[in-house]
């Protein structure tokens, strides 16, 4: 191949979405008008193996005390101290890049004829 083929970098992971208990909060009404909460896209990976940088986290401050509930009312998380923290939404994996689908796709090959993978 050509300069030695591809070499991209995998793409950085999607940041979470994390509930932070904040004693200086008495309510909720700093959320009322916000509907949707989106946490940092990762970005695409990079030529010579570099990974993409991982998306920025999304924290929402709530008072201490705030329980998440189910909508069939299980208790998923109980904010009881200050500064104690939940993770709503886990951000996703980053995508892969071309050097690992080449890797992936040597070590597949090698399976179909039969030969052990290195």
């Known amino acids: 191949m050509p300069k030695g083929g591809p070499d991209g970098g995998d793409g950085g992971r ?3 979405v994390i509930l ?5 909060l008495r309510d909720l ?12 896209k990762g970005e695409n990976g990079r030529g010579a193996r570099k990974h993409g940088a991982e998306g920025d986290d999304a924290e929402l ?17 109980d904010l009881a101290h200050p500064d104690a923290r939940v993770v709503l939404a886990k951000g996703g994996h980053g995508g892969r890049g071309k050097r690992t689908l080449r890797l992936l796709d040597a070590a597949s090959a090698a399976v179909r004829r039969g030969r052990a993978a290195r």
């Not at 932070?20 to 200086?24: F, G, I, L, R, T």
């Not at 009404?29 to 940092?40: D, E, H, P, W, Y």
């Not at 401050?61 to 998380?77: F, Y």
Request: aromatic content about 0%; overall charge positive; charged content about 25%.
């Open 14 to 16: 999607g940041g979470d």
């Open 20 to 24: 932070v208990a904040d004693p200086s």
């Open 29 to 40: 009404s700093s959320l009322r008008r916000r509907r949707l909460v989106k946490a940092g």
């Open 61 to 77: 401050r709530v008072p201490v005390g705030t329980q998440v509930l189910t909508e069939s009312g299980d208790l998923i998380a």
